[in-house]
């Protein structure tokens, strides 16, 4: 149920932290992943890393602001792989400053990565799986910020509360062509893009003392949920943003 031999996943932000996580976790499950990112330099790394491990992988620079760059990717990838089954949205960017301190480039930039490069990405799988007629998955990384209100995440608050109202609706639209739309909100997650706040000690101790499983999260801790809604496993989800915090949203 939760194999994906045969499936071909498109992932951006694919090439550091949380996404090539990701991409590592589907392609042991024998999924081709095709990768997407900015850094060229980290995605070369990223394919190095994945192809050592025996995933078939694409890999390929993209800004996911732009429609034209976004199109051009996916007509690689069916070039390459000859299908689209699952879209991974995992590409984000955040700037943390109080309300009076935002300007309005900072606004445009987290918005611009976080909720129009899903919609792109998302309209751009979506037309291709229903021309497929094979069904598909859509997954959205969204956060623990998408939900709970705190100081500081402005953009990237109204970010990730926009990307779990677009999997709502997504979902509605696109049952009929059995496409299942969920959403993946991460808590506090160990990653390098991570480690420089999370060696602090005085936040740190913070962190934890509200989680009520009393540590943050790993990579790993992300596979689970993740199979269950790339695969055949969530045949009967859709609509749904699953919190995976150690409790700290429930708290």
Request: no cysteine; glycine share 16%.
């Given at each position: 149920m939760f194999r994906l031999d045969g499936k071909v996943a498109m992932i951006t932000g694919g090439s550091k932290g949380i996404g090539l996580g990701i991409a590592q976790t589907l392609g042991r499950m024998g999924a081709k992943v095709a990768i997407a990112s900015r850094g060229l330099e980290d995605l070369e790394k990223a394919k190095k890393s994945l192809t050592e491990a025996d995933i078939e992988v694409l890999a390929t620079q993209v800004d996911v602001t732009s429609k034209k760059s976004v199109d051009n990717w996916l007509k690689e990838v069916i070039d390459n792989f000859g299908e689209v089954h699952i879209l991974i949205n995992n590409a984000g960017t955040n700037i943390r400053k109080p309300l009076v301190e935002v300007d309005e480039s900072d606004w445009e930039r987290v918005l611009d990565t976080n909720l129009k490069g899903v919609f792109l990405a998302g309209q751009a799988a979506a037309k291709q799986m229903i021309e497929q007629q094979t069904g598909g998955k859509i997954v959205n990384?969204?956060?623990?910020?998408?939900?709970?209100?705190?100081?500081?995440?402005?953009?990237?608050?109204?970010?990730?509360?926009?990307?779990?109202?677009?999997?709502?609706?997504?979902a509605s639209e696109l049952a009929e062509h059995g496409i299942n739309v969920n959403g993946l909100a991460p808590g506090y997650i160990k990653t390098p893009m991570t480690e420089g706040w999370l060696n602090d000690e005085e936040r740190y101790r913070g962190i934890v003392d509200q989680t009520m499983l009393k540590r943050v999260g790993d990579l790993e801790d992300l596979e689970g949920p993740l199979l269950l809604l790339a695969s055949d496993g969530s045949n009967y989800m859709t609509g749904q943003t699953i919190y995976v915090d150690g409790g700290w949203t429930a708290k």
């Open positions: 990384i969204s956060s623990i910020f998408g939900g709970v209100g705190s100081s500081f995440q402005t953009s990237y608050a109204a970010s990730k509360g926009g990307i779990n109202q677009l999997t709502k609706v997504w």
